[in-house]
């Protein structure tokens, strides 16, 4: 059972999770979002997980998500305060990389304010020179989507997580987002289509026969290829934001 208390801090939304925070709760957690959002405009939505004992992989794709659609409407998104299994979990897979997270809540009042992009591109921090940054925090989300798409596919759990066509929507932008971003490198630009066609081939082609052995293996295989490569991206994500 999850409990979610909410808080207004300055120009920040606090919600506090107490329990277990996993598919179970998604609708309880979702609609107090909502809620929060609509009653009070936050410029920053602060997720405190000091009170919560577990978390699964599909409150961790729908951290995921919530984070991109806050992060397009000029709106900060972090985490503080995990600790103990659920902070194994999250370092586990380098979410810091992905979702800002800090200690406290007084840490994460610190962080300045978003600035809107123009005509839906991504968003970029009050600095023009950290492009880099936002490049490499993309490229790390579509990947993470690459990868809760092979998820999706294997484990009807996850499929259930998060509407088909919500997640297809996330997936998406984020593409179109990467294909802006490397407008001038077409190098990269066509690696990156390329890796995205042949996962949605892959995903597809394993829907149509779930039992073929041989297509299981095959995901299962680039599913640990883009893990990789999260982790690289987040190593790299981790040193750029240290300069």
Do not use: W
Not at 29 to 36: C, P, R, Y
Not at 106 to 113: E, G, I, T
Request: net charge negative.
């Amino acid at each position: 059972m999850l409990q979610v208390s909410t808080k207004v801090e300055q120009n920040a939304v606090v919600l506090e999770l107490s329990g277990r925070f996993d598919f179970h709760v998604m609708e309880q957690f979702l609609s107090t979002l909502e809620h929060a959002e609509s009653t009070h405009l936050p410029g920053h939505v602060i997720l405190d997980l000091s009170q919560v004992s577990f978390i699964d992989s599909m409150a961790i794709g729908r951290l995921v998500t919530t984070y991109q659609r806050l992060h397009e409407a000029a709106i900060r998104f972090t985490l503080v305060g995990q600790h103990g299994e659920v902070d194994t979990t999250l370092k586990g897979i380098d979410f810091e990389g992905i979702v800002p997270t800090v200690s406290t809540v007084k840490d994460a009042l610190a962080f300045p304010p978003l600035q809107p992009s123009q005509k839906g591109a991504p968003m970029t921090e009050l600095d023009p020179d950290l492009s880099h940054i936002t490049m490499t925090e993309t490229m790390l989300r579509f990947y993470v989507f690459l990868g809760q798409y092979i998820d999706r596919c294997l484990d009807a759990e996850h499929r259930r997580s998060l509407p088909e066509q919500e997640f297809q929507q996330h997936l998406g932008t984020t593409h179109d987002q990467v294909v802006e971003l490397l407008a001038t490198n077409r190098v990269v630009k066509d690696k990156a289509e390329v890796e995205f066609q042949q996962v949605t081939a892959m995903c597809q082609k394993y829907l149509k026969d779930p039992v073929n052995a041989d297509q299981s293996r095959v995901l299962h295989k680039e599913r640990e290829i883009l893990r990789v490569k999260m982790l690289t991206l987040s190593d790299l994500l981790a040193v750029f934001r240290s300069v």
